[in-house]
């Protein structure tokens, strides 16, 4: 059994590959040479049934459904293949679209009957679970999908403060779906899905015009002289910088809204844009250029090269909620925290501090020179007339 993802591996002239009957881990891709694909007759003589050339891959069905091989494979000369082993196989599948896995399991199965009449009879452990998958996916989409057309979605506002004195700075936009006889649903339970079915575009757009109609409405509240104005941050996702026209229609919502660009922060999450972050990177200066503030997201939890961080037209950078709860029992978590608060600095930026629950978190994260905190201990998302009720109790006004 190979067991690395991908593997250069060689059989000289005359050597098997793998022989029917045995079950299939690994398809593989011919570097150079030729495989002979065999049957064995019922008196054990073998046909050859085709032959595989350089670049061509073959044991690609029993990778898939990890049935025994129908056939046996041999190098019909010196030949160098490039073996896909069904972890990697498996894991580029789990990113993907579950309908196309779907499919697969379908087209699969059906080659295995050899009778493109019947319906998917998910014959092993790994199709039923592709097919399993699919078919939640696919409900759970419709449900997403009609959320969005019921208009089932809110928008609750959490503020954001200076914590240099805890005045109110801003508020951060969070998506919330209240769904008949299930209630309110928080975003980790449906962020993803919109992600992977493309419904974060209009939702997204919607959240967007949402948020910007209520700030303002918190720019007609009277403010005293010289108090700078709210800013109200909205979670971007990738999908919404990269696909084609949709930041078009992100900059068109920000120039219609007319508010002062300076008002607006768009978060971003940094895992979020690793597949494509040449594209993304183009997309946020795109963005930056209407004046808009950009912020890096739950900052420390991806993986992106430190050189990224630089190319990134950022004002603020986020603390995950991760690092200040590792501060509270961990002096490494301090550290942590202390050399992302310097790094922001460092680079320009201002530093928010989030997940912010008691004075120890805010005492702390003010000494690391954070300029903005958000979290329970300032106040929980809350629904539209409470965070217009919090604003006006605020001592110095707006
Ligand atoms: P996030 O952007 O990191 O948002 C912060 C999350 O931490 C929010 O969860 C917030 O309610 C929670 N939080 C804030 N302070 C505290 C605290 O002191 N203690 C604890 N335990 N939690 C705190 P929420 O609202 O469930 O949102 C989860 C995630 O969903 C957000 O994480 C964001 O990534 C995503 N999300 C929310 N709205 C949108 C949206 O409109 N678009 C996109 N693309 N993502 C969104
Ligand atoms: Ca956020
Ligand atoms: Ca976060």
Known sequence: MQTALWQRVSYPAGSRIFSEGETGEVAYLVENGSVGITQERPDGSPVLLKTVQEGEIFGEIALVDHLPRTASASAIQDTVLIAISSQFFYSKLKNADPLLGHMLALVVSRFRQGNSSTSLNATTVHLAALHDYAVTHIKASQDLSEGIERQEFSVFFQPVVHLQDRTLAGFEALLRWNRPGKGLISPGEFIGLAETTGLILPLGRWMTEEALRVLQIFNSMSCPPGKTALFMSINLSARQLLEPGELD??????????????????????????????????????????????????????????????????????????????????????????????????????????????????????????????????????????????????????
């Open 249 to 398: 229609a992100m900059i068109a919502i920000v120039q219609n809204s007319g508010i002062p660009p300076a008002q607006i922060k768009f978060e971003i999450t940094e895992s979020m844009m690793m597949e494509n972050m040449d594209e993304a990177i183009r997309a946020m200066h795109r963005l930056k250029e209407t004046g808009v503030l950009l912020a890096i997201d739950d900052f420390g939890t991806g993986y992106s090269s430190l050189s990224y961080l630089e190319r990134m037209p950022l004002d603020n950078l986020k603390i995950d909620r991760s690092f200040v709860i590792a501060m509270r029992s961990k002096d490494s978590g301090h550290r942590i925290a202390s050399a992302i608060a310097a790094m922001a600095h460092g680079l320009g930026m201002d530093c928010i501090a989030e997940g912010i629950e008691d004075s120890n978190d805010e005492r702390a994260l003010k000494a690391l020179g954070c300029k903005y905190g958000q979290g329970y201990l300032f106040g929980k998302p809350m629904a539209f007339e409470d965070a217009l009720s919090y604003l006006q109790n605020q001592p110095q006004g707006c």
